[in-house]
C-alpha cells in the first residue's frame, strides 16, 4: 500500500492529521510506504510586468524573503520525517499535478492524502480519482473542521460571521509521535543577509513558531498588551508575529487557540485575549469565504463583481513598489517590506489605501507585489484583505453606495507616527 501526503504549507509535526493517519498506516501494516511531497515556487527575481499579469491560482510568485523561511520550514519538517522514515520530496516550480504524476511513476500510489484547504482544483483531484487513486482530504489548517452554518448562508461581513460562530472551534489533535520542545533549537539572533531592523528576526520552521507562540501569549506580557499595541509598526513585539508560521503551517491556528485559552487559564479573560480571538476569526472568515465564492474571491471585480476604471500607470507602479511615491508615510512601510518580507497591518492598510484610492492602480497589481514580497503570504488573507480595501470584498461599506473605505494617510500619519520615528528608521539610509 503506497501512500502519498501532499504537504504544501503544511509543515508540522503536531497537530497533522495526515501525519497522524500515515503513522497509523505504517503501525497497522508494516509493508505500507509513506512518502510526502510537497510543490514549491521559487521567484527570487520578477519583472514589473509579470505583477501586472492575472494571478494564477496556485501558482504563486514567492521572494527571496519568503523563499528563505520556506526552506527553513521544510528543512526542519524533512528532518523530523526522516526520523520516522518517511521521505519528504521537495518539487520546485511544478505544480502540484506535476508533482502528483512525478511521484505516482515512480511509485504507483494507492491512496492520495491532503489537506481540505490546500490550493488544489477540483478538476486536479478528479483526474487523480480516475487514476484508480484513492483520495483523502483531511482537516488542514483551520480552525473549524466544519462550519456550523451552511455554505451558503456564509455572512458576507465579518460581524456576524463571528456573531454566528458560537460553538468553541475544534481542539488541536494529541499526536502519537513525539513532539517538538519549543526551546532547545531557538535562535533570535538574525542572519548575516537579515536586515538587523528587521520586525521578523526568525526563522520559519516549527521550533521557532512553537517558541514565539510560548513567548509572546504566555511568557511574557504581549498577548495582555495586544489591544493596546497591535496598531504599532516598531519592533518585533508590539504583534504576535504569528502569521508567519501560520502561512506555513509550521504553527497550528488551533495550537495558537489552546494557548489562548492556557493563558487565559492563569490570567484570567483580557482584552489583549479577547482582541487575539477576533483576529484569530478574522483569517477564519477569509478562509472560509474563499471557499464559498472560488475564482471571484480572487478576480479583480471580487465577491460583488464590481468594475471601477483604473490607471494602467506602470512608472506610478514601480515607485510604489520602490518607496518612492514622495509620501513619505506610505514609503517608510513599502522600505520595509522590500528589505524584510514585513510590514505591520497599519502599514499595510495604509499602502494599499493609497495605491487604489490615490494612484488609482488596479487593486490586484499590488495584491500581486505582496503576493511576491511577503514573508506571511497567504492567498486568502492576502487577496481577502486586498479586495476589502478595494470596495470589492467583504467590507460592509462597500456593499451599499456609500464612499469606499479610504484612509487619510497624512492623519494616519500623525496618529499612529507622530514623533517621526518609524519614517526615520526607514527613509534614512
Ligand atoms: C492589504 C493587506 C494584505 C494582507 N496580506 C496578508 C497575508 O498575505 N497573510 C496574512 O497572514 N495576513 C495578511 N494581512 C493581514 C494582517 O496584516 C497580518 O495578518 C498581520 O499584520 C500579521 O502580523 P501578526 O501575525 O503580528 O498579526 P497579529 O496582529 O498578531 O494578529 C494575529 C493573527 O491574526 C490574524 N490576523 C490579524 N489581522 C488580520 C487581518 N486583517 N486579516 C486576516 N487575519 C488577520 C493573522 O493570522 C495574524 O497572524 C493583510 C492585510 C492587509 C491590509
Known amino acids: ?81 526522516n526520523a520516522f522514515g518517511i521521505p519528504l520530496l521537495v518539487n520546485r516550480n511544478s505544480s502540484f499535478m506535476e508533482s502528483f504524476m512525478n511521484l505516482n511513476h515512480e511509485n504507483k500510489v494507492n491512496t492520495l492524502i491532503l489537506a481540505d484547504d490546500a490550493e488544489v482544483n477540483a478538476d486536479d483531484l478528479d483526474r487523480v480519482k480516475s487514476l484508480g487513486v484513492e483520495v483523502l482530504l483531511v482537516h488542514g489548517n483551520r480552525l473549524f473542521n466544519e462550519l456550523p452554518i451552511e455554505q451558503n448562508q456564509l455572512p458576507k461581513v465579518f460581524t456576524d460571521f463571528k456573531k454566528k460562530m458560537t460553538n468553541l472551534p475544534d481542539a488541536p489533535i494529541t499526536m502519537n509521535c513525539n513532539p517538538v520542545t519549543h526551546s532547545s533549537q531557538f535562535k533570535l539572533e538574525a542572519e548575516p543577509e537579515i536586515d538587523p531592523k528587521t520586525a521578523v528576526p526568525f526563522q520559519g520552521n516549527e521550533e521557532q513558531a512553537l517558541y514565539r507562540l510560548h513567548h509572546y501569549f504566555i511568557n511574557s506580557d504581549g498577548l495582555k498588551n495586544y489591544r493596546s499595541t497591535r496598531n504599532g509598526m516598531i519592533g518585533v513585539d508590539y504583534s504576535s508575529k504569528l502569521s508567519v508560521f501560520l502561512a506555513l503551517g509550521s504553527l497550528s491556528v488551533k495550537t495558537a487557540w489552546a494557548a489562548i485559552d492556557a493563558h487565559e487559564a492563569v490570567t484570567g479573560k483580557n482584552d489583549g485575549s479577547e482582541w487575539m480571538r477576533s483576529e484569530l476569526l478574522w483569517r477564519e472568515f477569509f478562509k472560509w469565504t474563499a471557499v464559498r465564492y472560488g475564482n471571484s474571491f480572487y478576480s479583480p471585480e471580487g465577491i460583488q463583481n464590481k468594475t471601477k476604471e483604473c490607471k494602467t500607470d506602470l512608472k506610478s507602479f514601480e515607485r510604489w513598489t520602490l518607496g518612492k511615491t514622495n509620501e513619505p508615510f506610505v514609503d517608510a512601510n513599502m522600505r520595509e517590506l522590500r528589505a524584510t518580507g514585513y510590514m505591520s497591518n497599519r502599514g499595510r492598510q495604509n499602502v494599499a489605501s493609497y495605491l487604489v484610492h490615490e494612484l488609482n492602480l488596479p487593486w490586484q497589481w499590488g495584491a500581486r507585489y505582496f503576493e511576491w514580497m511577503l514573508v506571511d503570504f497567504d492567498p486568502t488573507q492576502n487577496y481577502g484583505n486586498w479586495a476589502y480595501l478595494a470596495g470589492v470584498g467583504c467590507d460592509p461599506r462597500s456593499f451599499g453606495n456609500q464612499p469606499p473605505r479610504f484612509f487619510n494617510i497624512k492623519k494616519q500619519s500623525n496618529d499612529y507616527d507622530p514623533d517621526g520615528r518609524y519614517q526615520k528608521i526607514w527613509l534614512i539610509d
Open 1 to 81: 500500500m503506497n501512500i502519498a501526503v501532499y504537504c504544501r504549507d503544511q509543515y508540522r509535526v503536531h497537530d497533522h492529521l495526515a501525519l497522524q493517519l500515515s503513522l497509523e498506516a505504517i503501525q497497522k501494516d508494516s509493508t505500507s510506504k509513506v512518502i510526502f511531497f510537497t510543490s514549491v515556487e521559487e521567484n527570487p527575481v520578477v519583472d514589473l510586468e509579470t505583477l501586472t499579469e492575472p494571478l494564477q491560482r496556485g501558482k504563486w510568485l514567492c521572494g527571496p524573503h519568503r523563499m528563505r523561511f520556506q526552506s527553513q520550514a521544510i528543512d526542519s519538517f524533512q528532518e523530523k520525517l
